[in-house]
Antibody, heavy 117, light 108 residues
Framework: EVQLVESGGGLVQPGGSLRLSCAAS????????LNWVRQSPGKGLEWISH????????VYADSVRGRFTISRDNAKNSLYLQMDRLRAEDTGVYYC??????????WGQGTLVTVSS | QSALTQPPSASGSPGQSVTISCTGI???????VSWYQQHPGKAPKLIIY???KRPSGVPDRFSGSKSGSTASLTVSGLQAEDDSDYYC??????????FGGGTKLTVL
């Protein structure tokens, strides 16, 4: 069974940093691209970053480019999101998501990030 | 690519059919259009990919289609458990995606 378990969310002040992790199991981790998708409170979904299985050429949404860094450790079956210079509008639930055939086929349960003073 | 446009709400009675639209799909999507169901407090679940394909385990009451820049999700034979939020998504080229704003489907 495919499982994706996020951790690392919490309360952080504007301008601060946070690092999210996602532990994966149940599939050949290095063979699949992964993404982070977030959802602001009461709002819709927003794709924010993608990384291929070979950990090359990550891609970012305009809203986070230059502030967030996606990475993965295939030896540890783990995905990460380093979030710097956080803003209030970054508040939301962050999901670790596997993509297959250009669709998001497995999602984690999400981790809540709150940016507030 | 800008966010896709969905109606904020839709409704139908048990047994009826409801169609949710998703407009603004770029030609760069190459038919990589998907739909997700999200119940309150839960993670989204993939229900349609590549415009009209269903993952294993998704009932055939759910179907998808696309015409020009508009994709549609049809839920036939509405059931109480279909009461949920639905999101469309489109591949925008070069490994980035855009979602629709979501539609709250109410089963009356």
């Amino acid at each position: 069974e495919v499982q994706l378990v996020e951790s690392g969310g919490g309360l952080v002040q504007p301008g601060g940093s946070l690092r999210l992790s996602c532990a994966a199991s149940g599939f050949m981790f290095s063979s699949y691209p992964l993404n982070w998708v977030r959802q602001s409170p009461g709002k819709g979904l927003e794709w924010i970053s993608h990384i291929r299985g070979s950990d090359v050429s990550p891609v970012y949404a305009d809203s986070v480019r230059g502030r967030f860094t996606i990475s993965r450790d295939n030896a540890k079956n783990s995905l990460y999101l380093q979030m710097d210079r956080l803003r209030a509008e970054d508040t939301g639930v962050y999901y670790c998501v596997r993509d297959h055939e250009f669709a998001f086929d497995h999602w984690g349960q999400g981790t809540l990030v709150t940016v507030s003073s | 690519q800008s966010a896709l446009t969905q109606p904020p709400s839709a409704s139908g009675s048990p047994g009826q059919s409801v169609t949710i639209s998703c407009t603004g799909i770029s030609s760069d999507s190459h038919d990589h259009v998907s739909w997700y169901q999200q119940h309150p407090g839960k993670a989204p679940k993939l229900i349609i990919y590549e415009v009209n394909k269903r993952p294993s385990g998704v009932p055939d009451r759910f179907s998808g289609s696309k015409s020009g820049s508009t994709a549609s999700l049809t839920v036939s034979g509405l059931q109480a458990e279909d009461d949920s939020d639905y999101y469309c998504a489109s591949y925008g080229g070069y490994f980035n995606w855009v979602f629709g704003g979501g539609t709250k489907l109410t089963v009356l």
